[in-house]
């Protein structure tokens, strides 16, 4: 029994060490008395319209427990709302254009921020912590090419890695940050790496590598690559699983399936080819197909109406509508 417990003990000990180094990578913030408060609180319920701002924006991002969203307005401000309360509790400017923004859990935000211009233009990785105000530098990529931005920022909230995707149309290069702090430059492709995901409780990492306008599926882990499908896209991963929609030759996705250690398995066939940029898998596995006025649950056939101005959006699985007149979010 006496071993069991310093066993015990000795584990704790050696979570609370890698866990508290990650918090200081990230700027001390991660448990702080706001971020408490808020995590217990609940979010809107589905289908509620929430109007984040009177302005347009493509760059939006929902907390894990879908309590605070946060946005950037057309003068590079970041907001972030608790949706509540519909109250804002947090601002950040004079940072740089913010070309993306993801966010770490409830606790934070990683973005990605653009300086310079032409072959002097450089990418700067940042974190935003919201219990302390703290903004801290992670990484400076650069200089880099003047079409070059941030593609893709995946962060698994049980490993603590990230990984940062950049590039433009023609080229991309995929960078890692593990939790010591190191930061590195992956080999994972020889083509054009187009997107990325992260599995939640392992380092196995999903991207979609493109050669000759074809997008092949893999998955990487300490093993290596391994090729999932050919001629598919990423969509969504809950927890370990990955969701992929499988293509047809016009770039439609015509099915969809999951994929988890190694095997693929078919959840459904899609009644009508759909843009992938109109698909949206929920936290339940539930696939939705977004059009400008209505969303439609692909399994039950039941639609919903969408609200605000402008056409629907769907970015890092989050649905929302954005016009001149305002920006408006769709829970589901």
């Known amino acids: 029994m006496k071993k069991i417990i310093w066993f015990l003990v000795i584990v704790t000990a050696i979570q609370l060490g890698v866990f508290t180094y990650y918090n200081h990578l990230l700027g001390n913030g991660a448990n702080g008395p706001a971020a408490a408060a808020i995590s217990n609180q609940t979010g809107t319920s589905a289908g509620d319209p929430v109007k984040l701002f009177n302005g347009q ?4 991002a929902l907390s894990d427990s879908k309590n605070l969203a946060a946005y950037v307005d057309g003068q590079n ?48 990785v940042k974190t935003a ?8 530098t992670i990484r400076t990529i650069g200089p880099v090419s003047p079409t070059s931005t941030f593609k893709k920022m995946t962060f698994s909230p049980f490993t603590n890695d990230i990984y940062i995707l950049v590039g433009n149309k023609s080229i991309s290069k995929l960078y890692h940050v ?57 969509l969504r991963v809950i927890n370990d699983t990955l969701y992929y929609g499988k293509l047809d030759t016009g770039g439609n996705v015509t099915s969809v399936y999951t994929y988890e250690q190694g095997s693929s398995n078919k959840i459904m066939d899609l009644n009508k080819p759909v843009k992938p940029n109109h698909l949206l898998v929920k936290e339940d596995g539930t696939v939705i197909r977004v059009e400008d006025g209505k969303y439609v649950d692909l399994k039950t056939g039941n639609e919903t109406t969408i609200n605000g101005d402008g056409q629907a959006t769907v970015k890092n699985n989050v649905l929302f509508k954005s016009s001149p007149s305002g920006t408006t979010l769709i829970s589901l």
């Open 77 to 124: 401000t970041l907001h972030v709302k608790d949706l509540t309360n519909n109250k804002e509790v947090y601002t950040l400017s004079n940072e740089g254009k913010i070309d993306y923004i993801t966010w770490i859990q409830d606790n934070g935000l990683l973005l990605g921020i653009s300086t310079g211009s032409g072959w002097d233009k450089k990418l700067v």
């Open 57 to 60: 924006t493509d760059r939006v």
């Open 129 to 136: 912590m919201l219990s302390t105000n703290n903004v801290r």
């Open 178 to 234: 593990g939790t010591s702090g190191d930061f590195k430059m992956m080999d994972v492709s020889s083509y054009y790496i187009d997107d990325v995901l992260m599995a939640s409780t392992r380092n196995e990492l999903f991207f979609e590598d493109v050669k000759q306008g074809i997008p092949y599926l893999h998955s990487r882990d300490e093993k290596g690559n391994h090729r999932i499908e050919k001629n598919a896209v990423l």
